[in-house]
């Protein structure tokens, strides 16, 4: 079992294996200064290849919901080859409510009761993730480069039908990257077979932001389009930077 270093204020968390499964228990208050040390936590959880991870949050209290993003950071840093699925577990209305407002359940699904949870294991610990990484050059010709990774290995996982969006989406990003960062823009593809993620993530810790739709006229900017075209996009801050996501359905087409 171990612990963050707890104090006023400070955020516990607790881990342990219960038959291959890696269940956290997650107590205190969520901020800005503590959220890395969870998301390592998490990660390290996956890493040490567990058949599923659970993460008990009942005690845990989120003043701002930003720092929520914690563990969407934590699941887009996964290793490519850790694909056992993650859960939340929280017997608190109001968090529940505040972890699918800031998307969190696009990512890990949230029970009310670990019974619950572990029930829905059954069926999660079925599924095929399919994931890959690539590291893109810091010039225009990783809009090209990824682009093509994208369309290549869609079709290699059977999912043809995301390509068209997701072509759109990843050129937004890795187009973001070049033009606002100077970064080299470091790309993650994921599909279940229900949606896809396009994650693209930079060495800039300021947030990717909408700019604001104009008074008159229509809004073409990137963010805006990638905005229309998917389920869900967010920018949460990683141990380096930034990364940048959006999750696409099949009812996302062009």
Request: charged share 20%; proline share 6%; with cysteine.
């Amino acid at each position: 079992m171990s612990a963050l270093a707890e104090s006023p204020g400070s955020l516990a968390v607790e881990t342990r294996t219960d038959q291959s499964v890696a269940i956290l228990t997650v107590a205190g208050v969520l901020d800005a200064s503590n959220s890395a040390a969870l998301r390592d936590s998490i990660k390290k959880a996956a890493l040490d290849q567990p058949s599923a991870v659970i993460i008990d949050v009942t005690g845990l209290r989120v003043p701002a919901e930003s720092a929520l993003s914690a563990f969407i950071s934590a699941y887009l840093q996964l290793d490519s080859q850790t694909t056992a699925p993650i859960v939340l577990v929280c017997g608190q209305r109001a968090t529940r409510d505040a972890l699918t407002q800031a998307e969190v359940t696009r990512f890990m699904p949230v029970y009310a009761t670990q019974k619950s949870a572990t029930k829905a294991l059954e069926k999660l610990t079925r599924r095929t993730i399919y994931r890959a990484d690539a590291q893109l050059p810091a010039n225009l010709t990783s809009l090209r480069e990824s682009r093509r990774l994208v369309r290549e290995w869609l079709t290699e996982w059977g999912r043809p039908t995301f390509i068209p969006v997701a072509l759109v989406v990843v050129n937004v990003f890795v187009e973001n990257v070049l033009e606002h960062t100077g970064s080299i823009p470091a790309m993650r593809i994921e599909t279940d077979g229900a949606s896809a993620t396009i994650a693209v993530s930079d060495e800039s810790t300021a947030p990717a932001q909408r700019l604001p739709s104009p008074a008159q006229g229509i809004d073409v900017s990137g963010l805006a389009i990638v905005d229309a075209l998917s389920r869900a996009w967010g920018s949460t801050p990683t141990s380096s930077g930034k990364t940048v996501w959006a999750v696409i359905g099949p009812e996302n087409q062009l």
